[in-house]
């Protein structure tokens, strides 16, 4: 299955900043997504990240907040805009190999907003 | 759309002893159904799966799960556990068919199992 790196792996930002967080996979992938798991709770889908178009966001998420690349087939990229406390986070990215069912998870990015 | 619950949000038990946790789904639809377990400030890791075929489902550190259509369940079990096997267990589904949905992981809230000495 496909290896997946994130970046940062954690961050401690101020509010009002925004952070990038870049997700690389060793190999190409045709389904890619963000995901947010906040303190105590359960993983959350923000977006499908589609290669070359907008990505496709969740219900309660949008463009502005949290707008995604996918440039190609094996990187894509989550900004967290205009952070605040209620931002702090671990964003998974995950990907989804072509013919297969299992969705592989990265690390996660821990992100800390004060 | 699909849901998933899981009935327990944490289970402690003392090593050697067995363990179940407990998932419940629903959907319109076929779907995958996933055990997924995150150990203390690690990553996701996929636990089980079941896509097709055997309802009956085994990972390679002695947990299985069986996929119980007519209840809606997937119940997670292991006959003894280690202490090692401390971690946030999340049961997870997704559709077969196509459409938005397509791809897409819908999580349980978690059960958090705490294996004691």
Not at chain 2, 38 to 67: D, H, R
Request: charged residues 15%; hydrophobic residues 35%.
């Amino acid at each position: 299955s496909a290896v997946i790196s994130q970046k940062p792996s954690r961050d401690i930002c101020q509010r009002g900043t925004s952070l990038t967080i870049q997700c690389q996979v060793d190999s190409q992938v045709t389904m890619m997504f963000w995901y947010r798991q906040q303190p105590g709770q359960s993983l959350t889908l923000i977006a499908t990240a589609n290669q070359g178009s907008e990505a496709t966001y969740e219900s309660g998420f949008v463009i502005d907040k949290f707008p995604i690349s996918r440039p190609n087939l094996t990187f894509s990229t989550l900004t967290v805009s205009n952070m605040s406390p209620e931002d702090s986070s671990i964003y998974l990215c995950s990907a989804r190999d072509s013919g297969a069912n299992v969705l592989t998870f990265g690390a996660g990015s821990r992100l800390t907003v004060l | 759309a699909q849901s998933v619950t899981q009935l327990d949000s944490q289970v402690p038990v003392f090593e050697e002893a067995p363990v179940e946790l407990r998932c419940n789904y629903s959907s319109s639809v076929s779907v995958y159904l996933f055990w997924y377990v995150q150990y203390p400030n690690q990553g996701l890791q996929l636990l089980l799966k079941y896509l097709s075929g055997s309802t009956l489902v085994e990972s390679i550190n002695g947990f299985e799960a069986e996929f119980n259509k007519s209840q809606t369940s997937f119940h997670l079990r292991k006959p003894s556990v280690h202490i090692s096997d401390t971690a946030e267990y999340f049961c997870a589904v997704s559709t077969n068919a196509g459409g938005t949905s397509y791809g897409k992981l819908t999580f349980g809230q978690g059960t958090i199992l705490t294996v004691h000495p």
